[in-house]
């Protein structure tokens, strides 16, 4: 009798053990649909003196050495002094992935608002145009990509990557303008919570006081939420 009860014991204990695992082989990360962000920006100007320096006064520009202000038209008949550029900026974004975002490759859509960095210049000499104020500039940006995720379940540390391209406009006291960008960088969540850092490459053109562009990079640390 005792050898039926171990055998039945056994047999008990060994399918209580393939359905546990089982039931753990089949927990699979929720998925996500949506992503809000707050960001906060430290923006770095790459080729200012070509764009916009150059732009603005009409001719090739270069860097002062060991003078009262940075740079100086090459012809030297114009001083070019930057007396702000605000590098750190806010803003916030929304990234919707069609599909759910789990485990793997996702298609993602996002919208963006970011501040643009306050640039006020000074020209000095024959020919020098007006101060330039580039104030209150915000940039309102829609991007397509691609996120490869790997959720955890639960509370459990997860991991994403994610590329992004698109256009955007922009919105100032100088005037309204366009750009292009390109974005990438990566994140770590937790539950429905994370944190993000991204890298974009903006291309940004305005019309006033003349035609001009400029390269903006801003560095991104994102505070996320996803649900």
Known sequence: MSYRVLILTLVILSSGSTASADSYR?????????MVSADWLYTQPLHFAEHPLADLVGTEVATAQREAFEYRTR???IAIDVLEF????????VTVFPLGLSHGAALALRGSYEQLPIVRIAFEGAGAPAPYALTNARAF?????VYVADRATGWGLGSHAFVIGGIGRIRSDLGDGRRYFAEGGGGLTSGPLGVELSVKFA????SEPVEHRFLS???AVRGTLTF
């Open 26 to 34: 089949s927990q699979k990360p929720r998925r996500h649909f949506v």
């Open 75 to 77: 012809d030297g008949a």
């Open 86 to 93: 605000k590098r750190r900026r806010r803003g916030a974004g």
């Open 141 to 145: 940006d829609a991007g397509l990509g």
């Open 203 to 206: 291309w940004n053109a305005l």
């Open 217 to 219: 990079i801003p560095i």
